[in-house]
């Protein structure tokens, strides 16, 4: 307990530091004044008295300090005088306070913005219990729904049965839970009960009646989802995010257990997810509602749930404790394998082959599914390496800051050392100057970062909606930027203190003030070389995703984007049947003709520049199967005008194409090209999967970009909307292709309500029929170029921080040098130099360290090409124009950041100099 | 002896321990006492005691009082703690066992 009392003790004497001081002169007093009363009792005059008390007393002031120091936080005061001292020194030199903490704040603001966003898309866990065993069966982003026989043996998506047997045979598994891949290419239409007007598209994820459990999730209200929900006829049952419960609905609790309508068929709100929980993987599009997987046939009228050959599901489960990863997938192998090969898409004897190179692969599940991270991965890398050659850049400047500052200071130091300053406490002065500098720096830093995350975030997921990410920067964050400057600090403000005060002070005072030597150290010089070579390398980084940035924009898609809308809608959520799709199709056509200025209502499946893709195996009737994929297109009359494809050949889809006339098919160029020799006339020819005679070809039209501008040689094959081919074995009730995913809506002039009109115009036929996306058409298209905008704009950012920071860093390593030479420069300039020749001296210093730094940034730059090469669109290595640009534009910052000083150095007056001596 | 330097710190600190045993003293009467006492012998520059003091209050050995003296003045009165008291016990056994053994020393040699 006697250590607890001291401590308490200790704290007092540091809180009542003053009142302790005040106590200790008083009560020293007191002592004096009684002897001078004892003495003056005894007959001394006051005076003789006073004398002789103070003698007997000993030294007044030295007992106050023994005193001070027996409270013991010496040590504290004095740092704290250092960094009062050290603040007010940095408020003296405000420009190079404000370059360093400005430099500081960059590179670590940078730096943790980006680290914030890898950490949140590469590294974390999702928000569930455990996340280090949960093990995903299956490796990559591999989406949304697929078929037939995989040559490779990858598998990432199961089919229902796979999964259920799977469930069934691995005891392995405390749980495994199966999720729909592909939930945000199919939005569910809601209304709540009781609310009034046309239901929203959310987004709605099926998922396995174990998938909370699997994640060891409690619900915020209700329950969540159980097994019992997730079989056939069970009551429809939906769990609600707890992010849509509170946005949405105030965190009412009577949502619990009320009707939601989802695509017309009322389902019981079971419970509210756990906060937090944003799903199973980080996307800008988070499931509202999860729904039981055997409810999908219900809601989703689709026909694959339980269909063996369709794969549709990622799988994510819970190991026991003690399982051996290897074992399980081998036995997982076996037991995939076991069942793949009793479905149709493994009858044949080619197939059965593929079977024996199968290989599902484990990877760690904690994170979920990692669409973000495959889709990012290589530019959040890429971003890394940018931002850390930014630091490395802004950390030469601080170097170079310090070390000019720790070089000017000599003086004062010596000043110090020869009037008894001991040199530990010198250092140790330095030192927490530098701390406080680069805590202010980091400090700065912070605020840097965060505005940089949000900044990020905003340029990744284009501010669609909440992204869970956080941006404020972690732990780890912190410790990493805050160490960082703290090092950088140390390092290079405390080296040259240490060499100052080695010196004999008598040496630097004289030679303190008159120096011909170079100036700058070659260590100084040798940074801005650097600076200016890294900085060229991200210039022409920049250059070059700039211009292939410019090269994707400007690319011609083949269409005309002019006045022209896209409607996304889904008229399956709508409860339509798809026997009733040719009068709704119909009416659709009718209803927004009607709209003033309307020119073509178009209807497709898809449109161009999209993220959809429909793609089958395609053959010509009479001709071998040479394994050629093309996508399938459902469209109406009016669809090639409405975005401008234009036939090139024969002709397009008409009205007169309907379901009782033969079954045609308008192909794209690239198709033609594909199955048809040059000169091949293809008109008449038959095409189809199978055996290729469904299809009767009646036109060719041109290449119009569809999903992606890098997908070069895409075959597509255009349909009539309602046709359907002779030998389609599955009853027209299942065929799920026959529901249209878009209206394309020309006008003759721009309209800016087109999304209140489509909503209207669409509830007015049936008050089910919601907008599930609206965009112009030019929205839709620059979309596609959004992740290549932001790599070219934050990679512009950082080649301009990286100029600016090696402008700063050339021009205070040149200021330093004219300083350093002020005496040297005003005895030449008195003995007859020029100012022209003053400034061409300067600057040839300045120069020539740019060029070095060229001479070494250039061949760099090239080399570094091959390792961006595969995220640039058509480019294979650096043009001269590029190359061009960024050596100008680095010219132009060194001969700036010379020219300044230079100028200053020529304005220097001889004769105040020669009397400053 | 007399000499302030003389007098090794742990001294100072037993007679410190030793005079405020009694009853609370002040600063001043801590250093009369040991004069007193030691017939003047112990001559201890007497501000030394004032970092002594501090010592041993941040070892919480003594606890320190604002009072009034018998003149009316306030001064700062300082008292022996429960632990104080045991080192005290302790720093007097040492003493004795060490003059012991100088006496033996000195008186057979």
């Not at chain 1, 369709?310 to 076991?338: D, E, F, S």
């Not at chain 1, 927004?592 to 499946?605: D, E, I, N, R, T």
């Not at chain 1, 009359?637 to 009205?655: L, N």
């Not at chain 1, 005895?827 to 022209?836: D, E, H, K, N």
Request: glycine fraction near 8%; charged fraction near 20%; include cysteine.
């Amino acid at each position: 307990m006697a250590w607890l009392q001291r401590s308490y003790i200790r704290l007092q004497t540091l809180f009542g530091r003053e009142r302790l001081v005040e106590e200790l002169d008083a009560e020293m007093q007191f002592h004096l004044d009684e002897q001078i009363a004892e003495y003056v009792a005894a007959g001394m005059s006051p005076g003789e008295a006073r004398l002789a008390a103070m003698k007997v007393f000993g030294n007044g002031t030295a007992m106050k300090e023994q005193a001070w120091d027996a409270w013991g936080w010496i040590w504290l005061e004095q740092m704290g005088r250092d960094a009062r001292y050290g603040l007010r020194q940095l408020k003296k030199t405000p420009g190079f306070t404000a370059t360093a903490v400005f430099t500081l704040a960059l590179g670590i603001g940078a730096n943790a913005a980006i680290f914030t966003l890898v950490n949140a898309v590469m590294m974390k866990s999702l928000p569930v219990s455990d996340p280090e065993t949960l093990v995903r069966i299956g490796d990559t982003a591999d989406c949304c729904v697929n078929g037939g026989a995989h040559e490779d043996g990858k598998y990432s998506l199961f089919s229902t049965e796979v999964y259920e047997h799977l469930k069934k045979s691995v005891p392995e598994f405390d749980n495994l839970a199966a999720m729909q891949a592909g939930f945000e290419y199919r939005p569910v239409v809601a209304r709540m009960e009781g609310t009034e007007g046309s239901g929203r598209a959310v987004m709605g994820e099926f998922v396995s009646g174990n998938y909370f459990q699997t994640f060891g999730l409690k619900p915020a209200a209700g329950r969540l989802l159980r097994d019992e929900d997730d079989t056939k006829g069970a009551p429809l049952m939906a769990v609600m995010s707890y992010d849509t419960w509170k946005n949405r609905y105030a965190e009412n609790p009577s949502v619990v257990g009320s009707t939601i309508w989802v695509n017309t068929k009322a389902v019981t709100v079971a419970g509210i997810a756990s906060p937090g929980f944003f799903g199973d993987r980080l996307s800008s599009t988070l499931p509202e509602l999860y729904l039981p997987i055997e409810s999908m046939p219900q809601l989703a009228n689709v026909a694959y749930v339980h269909d063996p050959g369709t794969n549709w599901l990622y799988l994510i489960g819970r190991v026991k404790p003690g399982v051996q990863m290897v074992a399980l997938q081998a036995k997982i192998n076996t037991l995939t394998r076991q069942a793949l090969s009793e479905t149709e898409a493994y009858s044949g004897a080619k197939e059965k082959k593929y079977l024996e190179k199968l290989s599902v692969m484990l990877t760690p599940g904690g994170a979920g599914i990692q669409h973000l991270r495959e889709q990012y991965e290589t530019n959040l890398q890429m971003l890394m390496a940018v931002s850390g050659l930014v630091l490395l850049i802004a950390c030469a400047n601080i170097a170079n800051l310090l070390l000019a500052r720790g070089m000017r200071r000599r003086t004062e130091l010596s000043v110090r050392t020869a009037l008894g300053a001991a040199r530990g406490r010198i250092v140790r002065q330095l030192l927490t100057e530098s701390v406080v500098l680069a805590g202010l720096g980091g400090l700065a830093g912070l605020a840097v970062a965060y505005a940089g995350t949000k900044m990020l975030l905003a340029l990744t997921f284009h501010a669609q909606q909440s992204v869970p990410i956080d941006a404020r920067p972690s732990g780890a964050v912190l410790a990493f930027a805050c160490g960082l400057s703290l090092l950088t600090g140390i390092l290079f403000g405390v080296a040259p203190a240490l060499v100052a005060a080695k010196t004999d002070p008598a040496d630097s005072l004289r030679t303190g003030t008159r120096g011909t030597t170079a100036g700058s150290s070659l260590l100084q010089r040798g940074l801005v070389v650097v600076q200016a070579g890294l900085s060229l390398v991200l210039l022409v980084g920049a250059g070059l995703f700039a211009q292939s940035l410019r090269k994707l924009e400007s690319s011609d898609l083949k269409l005309d984007a002019r006045n022209r809308y896209i409607v996304h809608i889904n008229p399956q959520t709508a409860g339509y049947s798809q026997t009733q799709l040719e009068a709704l199709y119909r009416k659709f056509a009718e209803r927004f003709h009607a709209l003033p200025g309307v020119v073509k209502v178009g209807l497709a499946s898809y449109t161009p520049m999209e993220d959809n893709n429909n793609g089958f195996d395609v053959q010509r009737e009479g001709h071998p199967d040479t394994q050629t994929m093309a996508s399938i297109i459902r469209a109406n009359a009016e669809y090639f005008d409405s975005v401008g494809t234009r036939v090139v050949m024969g002709r397009g889809i008409r009205e007169d194409d309907t379901p009782m006339s033969r079954t045609v098919a308008v192909i794209n160029e690239t198709l033609k090209k594909k199955l048809f020799k040059p000169g091949e006339n293809p008109i008449g020819a038959r095409i189809g999967s199978g055996h290729g005679n469904q299809w009767e070809i009646v036109g060719v039209v041109e290449d119009t970009t569809y999903t992606d501008v890098a997908w070069k040689d895409h075959g597509m094959y255009f349909v009539p909307a309602m046709q359907r081919a002779a030998d389609q074995k599955e009853p027209i009730t299942q065929d799920e292709s026959l529901y249209l995913g878009a209206i394309v809506v020309e006008t003759t002039a721009p309209v800016n309500n087109m999304e209140e009109l489509a909503r209207k115009t669409l509830a007015e036929i049936n008050p089910n029929l919601a907008v599930v996306r609206s965009q112009t058409f030019a929205e839709q298209i620059s979309n596609c170029f959004n992740d290549a905008r932001m790599v070219a704009q934050l990679t512009a950012l950082f080649g301009a921080l990286a100029l600016l920071l090696a402008t700063i860093g050339l021009y205070g390593v040149t200021a330093y040098t004219v300083a350093r030479r002020t005496s040297e420069i005003g005895i030449r300039m008195a003995l007859g130099a020029q100012r022209s020749s003053v400034i061409a001296m300067v600057m040839r210093g300045a120069m020539s360290q740019t060029a070095l730094g060229l001479a070494i940034g250039i061949p760099t730059a090239l080399l570094c090409v091959r390792f961006i090469e595969s995220q640039l669109y058509e480019i294979k290595n650096v043009g001269v124009g590029v190359l061009a640009a960024s050596v100008l534009a680095l010219a132009l910052a060194s001969l700036l950041a010379g020219l300044v000083p230079a100028r200053r150095a020529a304005s220097t007056d001889p004769a105040q100099t020669l009397r400053m001596e | 002896m007399g000499k302030p330097n003389d007098l090794v710190q742990g001294t100072l600190d037993l007679l410190i321990l030793k005079t405020v045993a009694l009853e609370p003293k002040h600063g001043w009467a801590i250093a009369k006492r040991i004069q007193q006492i030691s017939r003047e012998v112990l001559q201890v520059q007497q501000g030394s005691l004032y970092p002594a003091l501090q010592r041993l209050e941040q070892k919480a050995w003594i606890k320190a009082k604002w009072a009034e003296t018998e003149t009316g003045r306030k001064a700062k009165f300082y008292s022996l703690t429960a632990s104080g008291r045991v080192q005290l016990e302790k720093e007097e056994a040492n003493w004795n066992r060490l003059s012991a053994a100088i006496d033996l020393v000195v008186q057979t040699s």
